[in-house]
């Protein structure tokens, strides 16, 4: 942290995505890490105490991303089960515009899970924000799924549900599980389900061969969040709508979508996008450690996956997670369906935010709000990021032009 970074910051001459609207060409007041003021430039009165951030134009600052299933980035992975992998991954992955994340677990033995879930409590009681994204808590995924929708989870340790073992670990944890993928179809999955609601956990669908009937118990279980839609789930038949089925009527469910054009072709994205719309899809990565790093092979649960061209395999050539960044769902989303920049926001950012139960301090840009913002160029690119406040990415060196 220097001091440059805790100065009261102000962005002026930028195109605003808010709460409420777009500001074509407005100003954003930082103070402790908060917004401080929202305003159009035609409003602006010079101020002495606050240090500007020169910012290009056309660009445009959107809020935070978040995403709330990702296993690693940049050679560590949560399992990993160290700080330092916490460390690097909240670094690493303000340089694509996300600012807040649920360290995702996966599938391993119950010791494997329980030293995980410890390291990432212990982590956030002590994170220091500065220049990293924040990690809100953890998502369990596994290990109670189908074995025959494993995917990539190893179905060795893939295990019945379990309320006593699930308040045990959500003890180790600090109450920072904020998100289980289960299947609702293995037998005791839908007590675990209500369970979960009663505690306000959200319970999310997944890995899982549930029919279109055992997909509506769920729901009225307490079920409200689809895991990756499409992925390692029962699919649309015309006969047996299945979990996709389910996901395209219920309006109850909001669903994570890997928008990468790998584990779901464009078209069928942008079917998804037609079907559900921006209010109930929420984009995620689901990236493992091999995310900015090269083409090679590298481990994922103690299982070898290769990663070549933008896709990440098995070695018998199931789909292992992506290498995908939350700048290129963005652009991708844009790219695939014609949306709006305002609809990617609403994906990336305010979902998540409401499924959280964060958006009083996350997911938009409002009076009050975390400084969790992120400034793009006319072609999406990500530019600088903002955590609470603290320049946490800058790729040309903006904050070093500031006027004073």
């Known amino acids: 942290m220097n001091s440059q970074e805790q100065k ?20 954003i007041k930082i103070d402790a890490g908060k917004i401080a003021e929202i305003g159009s430039m035609s409003e602006w009165t010079e101020i002495e105490d606050y240090h500007e951030i020169a910012i290009p134009d056309p660009y445009a ?13 940049d050679g560590s992975d949560v399992m990993d089960g160290t700080k330092e992998a916490l460390k690097r991954m909240a670094a690493a992955l303000p340089k694509e515009g996300t600012t807040s994340f649920l360290a995702t677990t996966m599938t391993q033995s119950e010791e494997a899970i329980q030293h ?13 924000l ?17 074995k025959k929708m494993a995917g990539a989870q190893p179905i060795q340790y893939i295990i019945k549900p379990n309320i006593d073992l699930f308040k045990k670990w959500q003890e180790l944890s600090n109450g920072n599980i904020k998100l289980v993928t289960l299947a609702p179809e293995i037998d005791g999955c839908l007590e675990l389900i209500h369970y979960l609601r009663d505690t306000e956990v959200i319970a999310s669908i997944g890995h899982s061969l549930s029919t279109y009937e ?49 584990h779901s072709r464009p078209e069928i994205i942008k079917l998804a996008y037609k079907i559900i719309g921006h209010d109930r899809l929420i984009l995620i990565t689901d990236s493992m450690r091999a995310k900015c790093l090269k083409n090679g092979t590298y481990d994922l649960g103690g299982q070898d996956v290769t990663v070549q061209n933008g896709k990440a395999v098995l070695s018998d050539g199931t789909l292992a997670g992506s290498i995908l960044k939350m700048s290129g769902a963005l652009k991708n989303m844009i790219s695939y369906t014609g949306c ?49 406040g603290f320049i946490a990415y800058d790729k040309e060196g903006l904050h070093t032009n500031e006027n004073h």
């Open 61 to 73: 600052v959107i809020p935070g991303l978040i995403d709330v299933h990702i296993h690693g980035v």
């Open 116 to 128: 995980a879930l410890i390291n990432v409590a212990e982590y956030m009681e002590n994170q220091v």
């Open 214 to 262: 055992e997909t509506m118990e769920a729901i009225n279980a307490g079920v409200t969040h689809a895991t990756h839609l499409f992925n390692q789930m029962s699919g649309l038949h015309h006969r047996e709508p299945g979990i996709v089925g389910a996901v395209f009527l219920q309006d109850e469910l909001k669903a994570e979508l890997i928008a990468d054009g790998i």
């Open 340 to 388: 709006t920049l305002s609809d990617v926001v609403q994906m990336g950012s305010v979902n998540p935010a409401r499924q959280l139960n964060i958006f009083d301090r996350k997911g938009s840009i409002a009076v009050g709000k975390d400084a969790d913002l992120v400034i793009l160029d006319k072609n999406y690119e990500v530019k600088m990021t903002l955590c609470k």
């Open 130 to 146: 500065a220049n990293k994204a924040e990690i809100l808590g953890i998502h369990l995924e596994g290990p109670f799924v189908n």
């Open 8 to 27: 009261k910051l102000i962005l002026k001459n930028i195109e605003i995505y808010t709460e409420t609207g777009v500001i074509k060409n407005g100003f």
